[in-house]
């Protein structure tokens, strides 16, 4: 079973930055891409990153471009996600997910394995 595990979140200020990560364990040859989400407390959870899981290529959702990357350290199997220029609009709870369905890129549905979420607030 893949298992997919999130650390790094935590509190930051405005401006400030943050590195969440995404380590994946099992079967994870069968894995075609990593992705990124958020759930904003009364909000519905959105799409914020994605990587094909070799690394390239990415995908970032238009309100994070120029803020935010992700990337991927082959010899650990984990991905990351960089934000920068953090934004109290930015507070929420990030997932990572990961889809075994060989297309680019995956539509939401198409992931199958979550992590438990980290909790990332932002103040102003």
């Known amino acids: 079973q893949v298992q997919l595990v999130e650390s790094g979140g935590g509190l930051a200020q405005a401006g400030g930055s943050l590195r969440l990560s995404c380590r994946a364990s099992?079967?994870?040859?069968?894995?075609?891409?990593l992705g990124w989400f958020r759930q904003a407390p009364g909000k519905e959870r959105e799409f914020v990153a994605a990587?094909?899981?070799?690394?390239?290529?990415?995908q970032l959702v238009e309100f994070v471009k120029g803020r935010f990357t992700i990337s991927r350290d082959n010899a650990e199997n984990t991905f990351y996600l960089q934000m920068n220029s953090l934004k109290p609009e930015d507070t929420a709870v990030y997932y990572c997910?990961?889809?075994?369905?060989?297309?680019?890129?995956?539509?939401?549905?198409?992931?199958?394995?979550w992590g438990q979420g980290t909790q990332v607030a932002v103040s102003s």
């Open positions: 099992g079967p994870t040859y069968k894995l075609y891409a």
């Open positions: 990587s094909s899981w070799s690394g390239t290529p990415t």
């Open positions: 997910a990961a889809s075994g369905v060989a297309s680019w890129p995956p539509l939401p549905y198409e992931y199958d394995y």
